[in-house]
């Protein structure tokens, strides 16, 4: 498979549980569907420790833990409440990777635009808005290293914080775990030097028992950043 193929798999993953997701079911519930979800679409394995999905709720939502650590909790959706949902699809050694905030509110999901918790829809719009400003921001010679300090004054200066536990706002895709390298401080390396790279930003409001993220793979086409 290609990395779009892959890439496509935990897009519709994402689609297919927001159409299925709801009140009264348990995080192991919608784990396991978008996990059997990626398997049917041609997933073959996942390549983040093979976890799949990790999904936190509510105040789980600021939790930024690593897939080797990661353990599902047993909390039950409320009628209203918020969920992250962090995608690994592999097929051979061609991974995907994709999150995304889902937001319940009467028991269903809601798209960002009808969200009543203000609070909830200004974090989706934040992270709409930080995927809008990286990608008028970067080129190809724009190292790891400068997105990582651009990105990470605009989310201060909005008035956020990031939450991510190693410090960074995404990675290379590659095919070995430990041949990543990261948005973060002193990587010299230029984006356009890999062949594709995750921006994830994790982000809340200081003091907030809720978190946001939304993350992409993008790539360079003739200079061009695209997303995958």
Same mark, same amino acid.
Request: charged share 25%; proline share 1%; hydrophobic share 35%.
């Given at each position: 498979?290609?990395y779009? /193929?892959?890439?496509?798999?935990?897009?519709?993953?994402?689609e297919?549980?927001k159409?299925n997701?709801?009140?009264?079911?348990?995080?192991?519930?919608?784990?396991?569907l978008c $996990?059997?979800?990626?398997? /049917?679409l041609?997933?073959?394995?996942?390549?983040?420790w093979?976890v799949?999905?990790?999904v936190?709720?509510?105040?789980?939502?600021?939790?930024?833990?690593?897939?080797?650590k990661?353990?599902?909790?047993k909390?039950?959706?409320d009628?209203?409440?918020i969920?992250t949902?962090?995608?690994?699809?592999?097929n051979?050694?061609?991974w995907?990777?994709?999150?995304?905030t889902i937001?319940i509110?009467?028991g269903r999901?809601? $798209?960002?635009s009808n !969200?009543?918790?203000?609070?909830?829809?200004?974090?989706?719009?934040m992270e709409?808005?930080l995927?809008?400003?990286?990608?008028k921001f970067?080129t190809?010679r724009?190292?790891?290293e400068?997105?990582?300090?651009?990105?990470n004054?605009i989310?201060?200066?909005k008035g956020? !914080?990031?939450?991510?536990?190693?410090?960074n706002?995404?990675?290379?895709i590659?095919r070995q775990k430990?041949?990543?390298v990261?948005?973060e401080?002193?990587?010299?390396?230029a984006?356009?030097?890999?062949?594709?790279?995750?921006?994830e930003p994790? !982000?809340s409001?200081?003091?907030?028992?809720y978190?946001?993220?939304? $993350?992409?793979?993008?790539?360079?086409?003739?200079g061009?950043?695209k997303?995958l």
């Amino acid at each position: 498979m290609q990395y779009v /193929e892959v890439q496509n798999i935990a897009k519709k993953t994402i689609e297919f549980i927001k159409n299925n997701i709801h009140s009264g079911m348990s995080l192991l519930e919608i784990r396991s569907l978008c $996990e059997n979800k990626m398997l /049917e679409l041609g997933a073959d394995s996942f390549w983040y420790w093979d976890v799949g999905a990790l999904v936190f709720a509510g105040d789980e939502t600021t939790l930024s833990v690593s897939g080797k650590k990661y353990i599902t909790s047993k909390r039950i959706i409320d009628e209203n409440d918020i969920i992250t949902i962090d995608l690994s699809p592999q097929n051979g050694n061609t991974w995907g990777d994709y999150a995304r905030t889902i937001i319940i509110e009467n028991g269903r999901v809601v $798209e960002t635009s009808n !969200i009543s918790n203000t609070e909830w829809k200004k974090g989706l719009l934040m992270e709409e808005f930080l995927h809008e400003e990286m990608c008028k921001f970067v080129t190809p010679r724009t190292t790891f290293e400068e997105l990582y300090y651009y990105m990470n004054g605009i989310i201060e200066e909005k008035g956020y !914080i990031n939450l991510d536990f190693m410090g960074n706002l995404g990675h290379s895709i590659v095919r070995q775990k430990n041949d990543r390298v990261y948005i973060e401080k002193e990587n010299k390396i230029a984006l356009g030097d890999v062949s594709y790279f995750t921006f994830e930003p994790h !982000i809340s409001v200081q003091g907030s028992k809720y978190g946001y993220k939304r $993350e992409n793979i993008y790539y360079f086409d003739n200079g061009v950043i695209k997303e995958l």
